[in-house]
């Protein structure tokens, strides 16, 4: 009989904390000022991002291809998954559509013939909202063509 009133007790706690992260993520409730105020959402990959942009636009080479976005592309061996093809992965872990139109002219300094682009995950965790961000993605379409 324990173990049953232990599981549900388990299993009441569980939901309580899922619905309060739920609503912490989606209504702002307590402590939600406070852990935006304290700088943690911030961004405390962004010094990893500049200096990932700053190698991208010291040291490129010419590319048919480049890949642009955040993690996903970032963490893929391109050259290992088309061989032979000459691809300049230029993703960057936690990048927005911001981070990618600031990063433009690095991009096209490759001259790539075809850029595949996958961004815009990160963004969906800002402020931003969905009209904002496909705005910058246009931004970001009409700049590489």
Do not use: C
Not at 108 to 119: E, G
Request: proline share 4%; charged share 15%.
């Amino acid at each position: 009989m324990r173990r049953i009133y232990f599981a549900g007790f388990t299993l009441v706690v569980a939901a309580l904390f899922f619905l309060w992260g739920a609503a912490f993520g989606t209504m702002h409730i307590f402590p939600y000022n406070l852990w935006k105020a304290s700088g943690m959402r911030s961004d405390p990959d962004a010094v990893y991002r500049h200096q990932r942009a700053l190698f991208f636009d010291h040291f490129h080479q010419n590319a048919d291809i480049a890949t642009v976005g955040d993690s996903i592309t970032a963490d893929v061996s391109w050259q290992e998954v088309f061989p032979g093809l000459s691809i300049a992965n230029r993703g960057i872990k936690g990048d927005t559509t911001s981070g990618v139109l600031g990063r433009i002219p690095g991009i096209l300094a490759v001259h790539p013939k075809l850029v595949v682009l996958l961004v815009g995950t990160n963004d969906v965790v800002t402020d931003d909202t969905v009209p904002q961000i496909f705005a910058r993605y246009q931004r970001i379409v009409a700049a590489l063509t």
